[in-house]
């Protein structure tokens, strides 16, 4: 996995689908509130709701990218454009 223990958010579109996936996760568990400090200790303004977004693109882009591996286009498409969505609304300390 792309090594995400260093501060700020990785490069979630350099990941494979299963770190995806193990970011989301991590995202969560054991709390949002905790990974939020884990990746932004500086604690910038937004920084739960960015983590919080940064866990929706790797969940999202995840899906995307197994839906195109099925053959799933289109689909995958509109789940791109969620991502774009979501990258645009990060604040600038939460983009790659």
């Known amino acids: ?35 939020a400090l884990e990746l932004f200790p500086d604690m910038p303004e937004g920084y739960i709701a960015a983590t919080e977004s940064l ?10 990218m197994n839906l195109r591996e099925r053959g799933f286009v ?9 991502c774009d969505d979501i990258y645009n609304k990060l604040p600038a300390y939460a983009r790659w």
């Open 1 to 35: 996995m792309t090594d995400d223990d260093d501060y700020g958010a990785p490069n979630l579109d350099g990941m494979w689908a299963d770190d995806l996936m193990e970011f989301w996760t991590k995202t969560y568990s054991p709390s949002l509130a905790k990974r």
């Open 55 to 64: 866990g929706n693109y790797a969940m999202y882009k995840a899906d995307a």
């Open 74 to 82: 289109t689909s995958a498409v509109r789940i791109e454009q969620l």
